[in-house]
C-alpha cells in the first residue's frame, strides 16, 4: 500500500477554510485516495474519496491533482467540532474486505 | 452514532485476569474487524472476519483470541495481558460486496479504552 506523509498537526479558528495535504508520491494506478476523521476517544469516521480531479460532499472537497502524487483534504469554515485527528489512507478497491492502513493522522486545532 | 456499539467503553484489569470485549453492529454488514490503538501510534488492524470466517490475523499474541459467532457479533478475548497491551481497542464493521472491485466503507465504534495493571 502506497505510503502518506501529513503534517502532523495544524492550527486553525473558527470560520476559516482549512486544507490539509497529502503526500503520496508512490500511488498506483488502481489506488483511490480515503480520508478519515478521528475524534477523541471515538472510532474513526468516512469523511471522503476519490480517484482524481476533485470531489465534494456536505462534509468537504478534496482535490487531487492530475499527477495524484498528492491530495488535499478542504474543510470549509471549521468550527470548533471539526477538532480531530485527519488520516489520508491510500489503496486499491478490492473485490474482499477493506485493509485499511492508517498513518499518524495530522491533528487539527480549531480555536474560537 | 454509527450503528456500531462496543462493550465495555473502559476497562482495568490485572495481568492474571481473563475479560471479554463486546462488538455488536446493527447494520447488517458482513465483514468485522478488530483494531488496537495505542498511544502516539498509527491505528492498527488486528483480526478481520469476513461471512463470519476469520481472515486475516497480523500476528497479533494469541492472549488475544477473537469469536464471531454471527455476522453482528464480534469478542476479542483477553487473558494474561501485560501492560504495553493497554490501548484504545476498536471494533469496525464493512459491508462487503461481490461482483467486482468496490470501496467497503467502515463503520467504526467508539472503542473500549483498555488499562493493563
Not at chain 1, 473485490?95 to 499518524?104: E, Y
Not at chain 2, 450503528?3 to 467503553?9: E, L
Not at chain 2, 478475548?77 to 467502515?106: I, K
Request: glycine fraction near 6%.
Amino acid at each position: 500500500l502506497a505510503k502518506t506523509t501529513q503534517p502532523i498537526s495544524m492550527d486553525s479558528y473558527e470560520g476559516q477554510e482549512v486544507n490539509i495535504t497529502c503526500s503520496h508520491n508512490n500511488i498506483a494506478t488502481n489506488d483511490y485516495i480515503t480520508w478519515y476523521q478521528q475524534f477523541p476517544s471515538q472510532g474513526p469516521r468516512f469523511i471522503i474519496q476519490g480517484y482524481k480531479t476533485k470531489v465534494t460532499n456536505e462534509v468537504a472537497s478534496l482535490f487531487i491533482p492530475a499527477d495524484r502524487k498528492s491530495s488535499t483534504l478542504s474543510l470549509p469554515r471549521v468550527s470548533l467540532s471539526d477538532t480531530a485527528v485527519y488520516y489520508c489512507l491510500v489503496g486499491p478497491l478490492n473485490t474482499g474486505f477493506q485493509k485499511l492502513v492508517f498513518g499518524t493522522g495530522t491533528r487539527l486545532l480549531v480555536s474560537p | 452514532e454509527t450503528g456500531v456499539t462496543q462493550t465495555p467503553r473502559h476497562l482495568v484489569m490485572g495481568m492474571t485476569n481473563k475479560k471479554s470485549l463486546k462488538c455488536e453492529q446493527h447494520l447488517g454488514h458482513n465483514a468485522m474487524y478488530w483494531y488496537k490503538q495505542s498511544a502516539k501510534k498509527p491505528l492498527e488492524l488486528m483480526f478481520v472476519y469476513n461471512f463470519k470466517e476469520q481472515t486475516e490475523n497480523n500476528s497479533v499474541p494469541s492472549r488475544f483470541s477473537p469469536e464471531c459467532p454471527n455476522s453482528s457479533h464480534l469478542f476479542l478475548h483477553l487473558h494474561t495481558l501485560q501492560p504495553e497491551d493497554s490501548a484504545l481497542y476498536l471494533c469496525a464493521s464493512s459491508q462487503v460486496r461481490t461482483g467486482g472491485p468496490s470501496y467497503n466503507e467502515q463503520f467504526f465504534g467508539p472503542g473500549t479504552r483498555l488499562t493493563v495493571l
